[in-house]
């Protein structure tokens, strides 16, 4: 079978598939659920490490915590995070980490070359993600 083929199948299987749970009265099944109706099974607790200033180049001098909590605000141990530098160039060390035994992850944030406003995003599957800022001034 060559893959034409096979996407065409999978197609036909995925559209019987909808019509099918349509049929039996579950549409609600196909729509996003509404916001607030579901808690999500994880959330981030800012720790450290956000609001600082350090220059441009650099590690800043604290490293960038979270706590991973579950539905029940219980730190949750060996959750994968993972981080991102979105504002200012610089980079994170590790990328991704996991949460200790307390949920705690971490990170060294090395600012970016450019002075001025940077951010981190920091996620982990299953919640919302969590910002970091920070500002690089002249080292």
Known sequence: MNALHLSLRNGIFLAAAIVTIAAAGCDDLLQEPESGNTPLPFHLEEVSGNGQV???????????????????????????????????????????????????????WILGPETGPQQVRVFVNGGTPMFFDATAVSP
């Open 54 to 108: 350090g220059g441009a180049g650099s590690p800043l001098p604290v490293p960038v915590r979270v706590r991973v909590l579950d539905t029940n605000d219980e730190p949750s141990p060996r959750l994968w995070v993972e981080w991102t530098v979105i504002g200012g160039s610089g980079e994170v060390t590790p990328r991704n980490t996991f949460s200790d035994e307390n949920g705690i992850a971490e990170t060294t």
